[in-house]
T-cell receptor
Framework: DVKVTQSSRYLVKRTGEKVFLECVQD?????MFWYRQDPGLGLRLIYF???????EKGDIPEGYSVSREKKERFSLILESASTNQTSMYLC????????????FGPGTRLTVT | SQQGEEDPQALSIQEGENATMNCSYK?????LQWYRQNSGRGLVHLIL?????REKHSGRLRVTLDTSKKSSSLLITASRAADTASYFC????????????FGQGTILTVHP
């Protein structure tokens, strides 16, 4: 079974802090994704990566950056956390580039105070 | 971004009944995928239907696709309390990267 893990289930940070969310997948998938999920807005794609050191902006990249130094790990960085970044963050991976099914991690509920 | 829309937004049924959820999308698709999310957890992939398919089954799940109407439906037969969850459709559009555009989901509650 594919396993996607996220570093924290719950996280509380203060406004202005730099926040790192880590995601690791164990099935040698090429594609990895970061989403945020908010009530009434569904899942929105922040960034994705189809290869090591490659990244592409999703629909809402502002205020975020990503890092993919190793194939299995994809990090989401909030450079200076703001209260409007309070959300559920979901990481996902898929086998390779293309319209394949995605495997999701359990999510990180981030609260910025 | 353009997002799909699920209908209804919430559905409440008794165990043993069938549950039907609908999804409309706006752009062309390569395939349409359905996911389930239990409360506060990640999404789990349920079923994928390709653009050249009209119907697909997996256990108690039946998915239909009508590309002329840009719509899909998910039927769960003989529902169980454990089916209580949010259900999302996701449009795998024409890009080569594998981006999915998710609908806002249907919250299904199955009462024992």
């Amino acid at each position: 079974d594919v396993k996607v893990t996220q570093s924290s289930r719950y996280l509380v940070k203060r406004t202005g802090e730099k926040v790192f969310l880590e995601c690791v997948q164990d099935m040698d998938h090429e594609n990895m994704f970061w989403y945020r999920q908010d009530p009434g807005l569904g899942l929105r794609l922040i960034y994705f990566s189809y290869d090591v050191k490659m990244k592409e902006k999703g629909d809402i990249p502002e205020g975020y950056s990503v890092s993919r130094e190793k194939k299995e790990r994809f990090s989401l960085i909030l450079e200076s956390a703001s209260t409007n970044q309070t959300s559920m963050y979901l990481c996902a991976s898929s086998l390779r580039r293309g319209p394949y099914e995605q495997y999701f991690g359990p999510g990180t509920r981030l609260t910025v105070t | 971004s353009q997002q799909g829309e699920e209908d209804p937004q919430a559905l409440s049924i008794q165990e043993g009944e069938n549950a039907t959820m609908n999804c409309s999308y706006k752009t062309s698709i390569n395939n349409l995928q359905w996911y389930r999310q239990n409360s506060g957890r990640g999404l789990v992939h349920l079923i994928l239907i390709r653009s050249n398919e009209r119907e697909k089954h997996s256990g108690r799940l039946r998915v239909t696709l009508d590309t002329s109407k840009k719509s899909s439906s998910l039927l769960i037969t003989a529902s169980r309390a454990a089916d209580t969850a949010s259900y999302f459709c996701a449009n795998a559009g024409g890009t080569s990267y594998g981006k999915l555009t998710f609908g806002q989901g249907t919250i299904l509650t199955v009462h024992p």
